[in-house]
């Protein structure tokens, strides 16, 4: 197994370990209401096991304790700090596991729901990131692929996913909403019905055709319902990331200034990020 993804699925482990473990004091704390020094005690001994988490996780977060659960003298570290982001796209200054509420009792729920977001994250990162894949590009086949590929599609394109959800594509007649078709860029939009919706796509090919980036992205000018995240106005990142490509591989784009380049991104694509997609569009589409 790749030793990043490795280090995340041991890391999300004892999270959910430790989770359970602060729900048992919660309600030891409620049940024998022991003295405030006992209290604050555990909560550092539990700020401490957190931190021993956080420093296998981050290269850049030095504080470890020895003496306490999770320690690893010799960590191998995948991650660094600013590779996460707070709800506002802004890169986090120190993990979010280890903030200072978390060593105050009250906020034990707070930092439940801290760790069931960091939980979130490494699984999405560990899925997205290129370089926690595993390189099987030589050991699979090209039939092989093709089939791995049809079935997490579910045998539905791009434009299906979008169609059934109420989108339709820019017509090519528009010259800023229409697709570009560069050799090593593309960029296309689609709409709901009443105009309020876009959905955009944008694909790069980089490092000397080795490596697809793509990004997805949203409009809404729509006034939202409280259960959605995302401001009537703002554009919002919905998936992003890099996949490898093999240049022996016919399944894999080698440019992407044709319609049938294209759908060999968006296979790429929907391959990892069909579900994100999938659950962002249901909140959107036209009813």
Do not use: C
Not at 240 to 265: R, V, W, Y
């Amino acid at each position: 197994m790749n030793w990043r993804k490795q280090a995340v699925e041991k890391a999300i482990v004892d999270l959910e370990r430790h989770r359970e473990d602060l729900k048992k004091v919660k309600e030891e704390i409620h049940w024998s209401d022991p003295p405030a020094e006992e209290i604050a005690e555990i909560m550092k001994q539990l700020f401490r096991e957190r931190a021993n988490i956080a420093n296998r996780i981050f290269m850049n977060y030095p504080p470890s304790y020895p003496n306490n659960r999770y320690y690893d003298p010799d960590p191998d570290s995948p991650f660094r700090i600013a590779d996460f982001q707070n709800s506002d796209a802004e890169s986090l200054t120190y993990p979010l596991i280890v903030g200072r509420s978390t060593l105050r009792e009250r906020y034990i729920d707070s930092t439940i729901e801290r760790i069931n977001l960091f939980i979130k994250q490494l699984k999405v990162k560990s899925r997205r990131r290129s370089d926690f894949q595993e390189n099987i590009s030589y050991q699979l086949t090209e039939a092989k692929l093709k089939q791995m590929i049809f079935e997490a599609l579910g045998e539905e394109s791009l434009d299906e996913l979008l169609s059934q959800r109420g989108f339709k594509p820019y017509k090519y007649r528009s010259l800023f909403k229409g697709p570009t078709l560069h050799h090593l860029y593309n960029s296309r939009s689609w709409y709901t019905k009443d105009g309020k919706v876009e959905f955009t796509v944008q694909y790069n090919i980089v490092n000397n055709g080795s490596t697809l980036k793509y990004e997805a992205t949203g409009f809404s000018k729509r006034r939202l319902k409280k259960r959605l995240r995302h401001a009537a106005g703002k554009r919002f990142r919905i998936a992003f990331g890099e996949i490898e490509l093999d240049s022996n591989n016919e399944s894999h784009p080698k440019d992407l200034k044709t319609e049938e380049n294209l759908k060999k991104a968006d296979e790429l694509m929907l391959s990892i990020e069909k579900e994100e997609i999938s659950q962002q569009l249901m909140m959107y589409a036209s009813k």
